[in-house]
Structure formats: structure tokens, C-alpha cells
């Protein structure tokens, strides 16, 4: 029975996703940093999912838009799109991590600017 087993291993056919709602997709977005009319907006030109231009929320002008680098953010493409990239996962939630295109970076408190690492 055990040689069996060996020579002729049971097929496992994996279980079908059944909530694909708590599905992730995470891609590194290059952003730029703007001034926005009430708050930073952080700029992504080209989304690596369907290759259009988001926006997102960088803080208050007061604030360190900076603090945002490195957190993962939802890509805001549309329903098109998502069923473009993925037809059999419709409703699967397309992430990116802000990540700088800018060599310097802007210190919001004071308007100066100052080399990355300073």
C-alpha cells in the first residue's frame, strides 16, 4: 500500500478562491511630490497596473509629506481596467507603495530643500 502511495501520489486540485475581495496585487509606484491648493499631493504619472496618472493625499501643507512614503495606497483604476488586468479576479485590490522620483526632497515646515539621507 505505502509503495503505491509512492509510485502513484493522490492529484490535489487546489480549493477555487471563493473571496477575492481580500486579495492583493502590491507594485512599487514612482511618485512625484506637489503643492496642492490645501494640501501635498503625492503624484503617481504612470500607475504600473493600467499606465494612467492617480493622485493622492500627501497631508496638510503644515505636515511632512514624506510620512506617506512607503505606505501602500489602493490604485485608483477604474472598473475597466481592473477587468482588463484581471478578468477572472474582477474584484482583486490593486495596491502600490509610494516611492519618490525626486533626488531632493522638499521640507514643508520651511520650503527649503534638502538631499535625501540629510
Known sequence: MATNLL???????PAPITNTSLD???MFAPCI?????FSWVWIVPTCPYCNKSHDHYGGP???DPY????RMFAARCDSTDRRRLAPEFPSLNLWY???PIQSKERAPETGSTRAVGD
Not at 7 to 13: E, F, K, L, R, S
Not at 67 to 70: E, F, I, K, N, Q
Open 67 to 70: 510620512l506617506y512614503v512607503g
Open 7 to 13: 509510485n502513484n501520489p493522490p492529484q490535489v486540485t
Open 61 to 63: 501643507l503644515d505636515g
Open 24 to 26: 492583493r496585487t502590491t
Open 97 to 99: 507603495v509610494l516611492e
Open 33 to 37: 511630490l506637489d503643492r496642492g491648493r
